[in-house]
């Protein structure tokens, strides 16, 4: 006999949801604050010494994205004529150090204001419609360089810019950064404005933000087909840009900075902070640096940091360009003007004098941080034994050191030069350490809020699979030491970097105990362990197919055509998919170059339309054929071949090389539904652990550098933050899906022929404690942690893909769709 849920069950369990989701947002709210800013533009201070003669007036500022360093200086790299600059003294290249979050928008906010961002501009970066972060009333070099008489600003690329900067560009055409599909229009589309702007006059500042390269990274990776072609592409821009500053007179005092926002890893993803990610080309190109500095060697042999000739860290940038341009470093920057280019300034009085200026601005950003250390230490004579004092004051004595010295100017200018740029050189030195901590000040108070709510979550007043409990002894001592041992696991940034090894290794030992207790049940039948050996083999072969982790990257009538028409077309659509994307996995197979020839003739965006519509058509024909309201019988029918038509639909957003993943858990299904039959507890168990399992095997991580956009972009032709972020989802999450909806065909098999099966509430129970396990025991970690050296590199990331588990994932994939099946069956 069915169980039925009672109306004010189901309504307790919806509100415990609902208040873990309000706990999540809560904590969410006092860990990732909006950084506070000083507003207005910087101006030259009163005893500013006197103003330094800046050696250019316009800026070229060329943004590839995802350039990492070895791109331009590697001995495989593609930018030949880049390379010769270097030779030649006209290019000064750099690694610049690009701080995580290795993301576009945190990283042009870093490169125009000087300032460490906010976390939480990795999350507003995905929403293509914010305005939020908008720089509009904080200081910047292009706020600095519009306020000059002469300023004018014009942007063709990436539209962050835009977002960022409203209103600034007299003239602007923007492009979207997350249409990863498109390697080339996006790209001419800058580069069709560059003839008419070099010819121009009227501008003092012209960006270029090419984003093909980094889509191209996304697709195939760091060493795909495409990507000597595009870094080549970008190499003749430079030549183009470079080849006008030496003809046009009115290019003459024209400085060109190519640089990357970000670098990628070794699978073309960016977010984290591996070598790869945070190591940028940054190289500032002029015909003038001839006459100040002598060639390099380039290129330069593989270093495998990527780090290659000066490191620099890219919120010197800004105070770096305020001087080659002459205007006040910007308020916020933490920055410091990058050594090296001191030299064109020949006079030592105008080096140390541009270095004070420096000192100055980064003082008032440490006063207005550190007051109560500025006020306390007013006096040298507090300054004795600085050593011993807090960071706090120690900094606070560097600067009146600094000061006391400037504003002792002697006629021996060498020694004083000498001496107060060491000096002023420790403090920004110092300054830059202390400062950059604390880009974010935490409300304690909503984040112990927020931990309070979801501890509350994991006692829930009713629990209603006590019942499974007390008849699964073992199951229910296994479930406990799971989450415990899970929850542990969570405050070692090690253990959150490699959480698959966890999962793996948890599963297997549930999977060995499940085949032993089968075998205790059928001694007679040798089947029953054959198939246990089999499931747990094929789990081997499943947790190996990707390395994942931060330490080892009828008869014949429409109806029955119609699923072999929609299967057709998905087949066609990715082996199109593959040979656009990927053709390297197309190589040998020649026999397949009909159906490409045919598929070639038609857009990617339109076959995937036709996968998906075939799809819809088929979920209303088994609706009407099914009539799952029917019976339970009729349900379980509709669900086995619901089932099929999303494997169907998760292989179209799935990677190539991962589809074989599906054959390989279809196998496992089987292995286990043909061996003893498990109860809906140990159905649930094996259902949870083979969710994280799986996103883990098509080699998720908890790191955003993991994010799969390659197929964010299946039917949609331009970016849309819905659909985009939907299929988005279903691309990274396709094994846990999956397995929701193969474990929902068991349960409802078990609600008719087992006595232990329960309704959707019990079985929804059971995971909601371990969502609220998992999420309080993450935010206790965060705020535990929050001081750890890898707090914004670990357990940031890893909180955000707790949200993304339980949003998602845990509500509305665990819960929602299956709450829905449950309704079809009480009709």
Known sequence: MRVQDSLSTKIALVARNLVLGVAILVFAKGFFPHKAVLPGLATWPEDAPGRVPAPFDKVIFMVVDALRSDFVYGNASSFNFTQGLIRSGAAIPFTGHASPPTITMPRVKSITTGSVPSFLDLVLNFAESDTSSTLATQDSWLAQLKAKPEGKLVMYGDDTWLRLFPNFFDRADGTTSFFVSDFTEVDNNVTRHIPDELRRKDWSGMIMHYLGLDHIGHKTGPRGPNMPAKQLEMDSIVQQIYSAMEQENHLQSTLLVLLGDHGMNEAGNHGANSAGEVSTALTFISPKFKEYFEGQASPQPYSQDYRFYDEVDQSDVAPTLAALLGFPVPKNSLGAIIPKMLALWKSKADRHNLLYQNAQQIQQVAYATY??????????????????????????????????????????????????????????????????????????????????????????????????????????????????????????????????????????????????????????????????????????????????????????DLAGLLPVLVASSALVFKLAFTAAEAPELMKGLGFLDPILKFASQYPLTSLARVVFLGLANLIVLSLYAETPWASPEHLSSFLETIHDIVSLFLMTQTRTVNIPLFLLFHLQLSALRKGRRLHAFETLLTMLMMQYSSFYAFGGTNAISSVDLSNAYNGIAGYNVLMVGILTFVSNWAGPIWWTSATTCILRSNVRNDSQGRSWTDWFSILSQFAAVHASTVMLACYVLREHLFVWTVFSPKYLYMMAWTFAQHMVVNGFLPGVISGMASV
């Open 371 to 556: 007051p109560e250390a500025f006020d306390l230490i007013g006096d040298l004579a507090l300054c004795t034994n600085k050593a011993a004092l807090p960071g706090k004051q120690r900094l606070a004595c560097k600067w009146l050191v600094v000061k006391e010295m400037h504003q002792s100017f002697t006629s021996d200018e060498y020694m004083f030069i000498r001496d107060g740029t060491q000096l002023i050189s420790s403090f920004l030195t110092e300054a830059q350490a202390q400062l950059s901590g604390t880009a974010s000040k935490y409300n304690e108070k909503l984040m112990f809020l927020g931990i309070v709510l979801a501890v509350l979550c994991c006692f829930p007043p009713r629990i209603s699979y006590d019942t499974h409990l007390n008849k699964s002894g073992f199951t229910s001592i296994f479930f406990f030491f799971m989450q415990a041992t899970y929850s542990a696991t969570m405050f070692a940034s090690s253990y959150v970097e490699e959480e698959h090894q966890f999962w793996y290794w948890i599963t297997s030992a549930w999977l060995v105990s499940l085949a032993v207790r089968q075998q205790r049940v059928d001694t007679k039948d040798s089947g029953t362990l054959i198939r246990s050996i089999g499931s747990c083999v094929l789990f081997g072969i499943v947790r190996r197919f990707n390395q994942t982790g931060q330490k080892y990257a009828g008869e014949a």
